[in-house]
T-cell receptor
Framework: KNEVEQSPQNLTAQEGEFITINCSYSVGISALHWLQQHPGGGIVSLFMLSSGKKKHGRLIATINIQEKHSSLHITASHPRDSAVYICAVRSYTNFGNEKLTFGTGTRLTIIP | SQTIHQWPATLVQPVGSPLSLECTVEGTSNPNLYWYRQAAGRGLQLLFYSVGIGQISSEVPQNLSASRPQDRQFILSSKKLLLSDSGFYLC????????????FGPGTRLTVL
């Protein structure tokens, strides 16, 4: 079992729909990141969460530390939101440094 | 402002040939530097990270190696590439323990034939 699991793996929705992507993890973490990867491969960091909820524009990210679960929501989805969304958890290595462990991503396609 | 560069953008190499991918960061000092690989259809995998010049930690055993000859330069190398080394290689940096954002380079797409 992977340390970070995302669902769904693929999601296709109509423009305007409310989107939810889920991330569950099994290790102790210091923070959780949501990343967006565009078709060309470039990656952009969307959020870093250690508790509660964050909002940026149409994007909302929540985390429940006790349940080891995070969700990324997109309101009023648009075709330009089409991308792969990746959940990553920040934890400590055996050397005491921090590292990121990534989920396999959710491929989102928004149809006009 | 900080920027991160990677080159080359794409690379096609035969099996058994050497590899050198370079990553440089501008606009920051003493960053933590990371090399990730994303194989086709799979998630990102941390390969190496570095907290300072000459300090390299490896997360997975493989035929790749990394070096940090300067504060803002991180190099990924191999003496002999394998088919399984094909993938998308990403360099990233952050400001260290507790950093709230990790910044990624544009990536290098490596195909080993």
């Amino acid at each position: 079992k992977n340390e970070v699991e995302q669902s769904p793996q693929n999601l296709t929705a109509q423009e305007g729909e409310f989107i939810t992507i889920n991330c569950s993890y099994s290790v102790g973490i210091s923070a959780l990141h949501w990343l967006q990867q565009h078709p060309g491969g470039g990656i952009v960091s969307l959020f870093m969460l250690s508790s509660g909820k964050k909002k940026h524009g149409r994007l909302i990210a929540t985390i429940n530390i006790q349940e080891k679960h995070s969700s990324l929501h997109i309101t009023a989805s648009h075709p330009r939101d089409s991308a792969v969304y990746i959940c990553a958890v920040r934890s400590y290595t055996n050397f005491g440094n921090e590292k990121l462990t990534f989920g396999t991503g959710t491929r989102l396609t928004i149809i006009p | 402002s900080q920027t991160i560069h990677q080159w080359p953008a794409t690379l096609v190499q035969p099996v058994g040939s050497p590899l050198s991918l370079e990553c440089t960061v501008e606009g920051t000092s003493n960053p933590n530097l990371y090399w990730y690989r994303q194989a086709a259809g799979r998630g990102l995998q941390l390969l190496f990270y570095s907290v300072g010049i000459g300090q390299i930690s490896s997360e997975v055993p493989q035929n790749l190696s990394a070096s940090r000859p300067q504060d803002r330069q991180f190099i990924l190398s191999s003496k002999k590439l394998l088919l399984s080394d094909s993938g998308f290689y990403l360099c990233a940096w952050d400001s260290g323990l507790g950093a709230d954002t990790q910044y990624f380079g544009p990536g290098t797409r490596l195909t080993v034939l």
